[in-house]
């Protein structure tokens, strides 16, 4: 098992957003799930975390890592929505890592078949691929207000709790698995 985040040394702060770069990078994401699925499977069965919060113990073993997945795209997705038709701006969005709600869903979604997991996932993914070419330039620019990051325009939203977050992940997950046998 890993610590539960890898670490991440910046925010991005963009403010030119390429959809098609965002898009490519989400479905790599998706790709290597898919690539790596198998390989988890064939490692049941996983120990579950005596650890998954956020204290610095926590270490989160592939069902701790989909669980979080499962529930952060759709979560966040909502969030993006909230600001992006939020009236006054900046729009308060989003939640810190020790939200009681996002560690009582990986808590309970943890011991789900790995099958509904990877199929929640992909089905988190596909809706995100499915929402960034829609946004348009004035809704990228839209500002929120994260509790700890504070103000953040959509595409900051975007790269660092999607995104960046997925890759951050899927990582997370290749190295907890054996070495693939070439």
Same mark, same amino acid.
């Given at each position: @098992?890993?610590?539960?985040?890898?670490?991440?040394?910046?925010? /991005?702060? @963009?403010?030119?957003?390429?959809?098609?770069?965002?898009?490519?990078?989400?479905?790599? /994401? $998706?790709?290597?799930?898919?690539?790596?699925?198998? *390989?988890?499977?064939?490692?049941?069965?996983?120990?579950?975390?005596?650890?998954?919060?956020?204290?610095?113990?926590?270490?989160?073993?592939? $069902?701790?890592?989909?669980?979080?997945?499962?529930? @952060?795209?759709?979560?966040?997705?909502?969030?993006?929505?909230?600001?992006?038709?939020?009236?006054?701006?900046?729009?308060?969005?989003?939640?810190?890592?020790?939200?009681?709600?996002?560690?009582?869903?990986?808590?309970?979604?943890?011991?789900?078949?790995? $099958?509904?997991?990877?199929?929640?996932?992909? *089905?988190?993914?596909?809706?995100? /691929?499915?929402?960034?070419?829609?946004?348009?330039?004035?809704?990228? /620019?839209?500002?929120? *207000?994260?509790?700890?990051?504070? !103000? @953040?325009?959509?595409?900051?939203?975007?790269?660092?709790?999607?995104?960046?977050?997925?890759?951050?992940?899927?990582?997370?997950? !290749?190295?907890?698995?054996?070495?693939?046998?070439?």
């Amino acid at each position: @098992m890993l610590p539960c985040y890898a670490a991440r040394a910046t925010l /991005a702060t @963009m403010h030119e957003y390429d959809s098609g770069t965002e898009l490519e990078r989400l479905q790599t /994401a $998706r790709t290597a799930l898919s690539v790596l699925e198998p *390989r988890i499977l064939a490692g049941e069965p996983w120990p579950l975390a005596e650890a998954f919060g956020t204290e610095p113990e926590a270490l989160w073993g592939p $069902r701790e890592v989909l669980a979080h997945l499962a529930e @952060m795209l759709p979560f966040w997705l909502g969030e993006l929505e909230r600001v992006v038709d939020g009236d006054l701006e900046p729009v308060p969005f989003g939640r810190i890592a020790d939200d009681r709600n996002r560690v009582a869903l990986i808590e309970r979604d943890r011991t789900l078949p790995l $099958r509904v997991l990877f199929t929640r996932v992909d *089905r988190g993914l596909h809706d995100w /691929a499915e929402r960034l070419p829609t946004l348009s330039a004035e809704e990228r /620019a839209k500002l929120g *207000r994260h509790p700890r990051l504070g !103000e @953040m325009e959509t595409g900051g939203i975007l790269e660092q709790f999607v995104i960046g977050h997925a890759e951050d992940h899927v990582a997370q997950i !290749e190295a907890l698995l054996p070495p693939h046998p070439d």
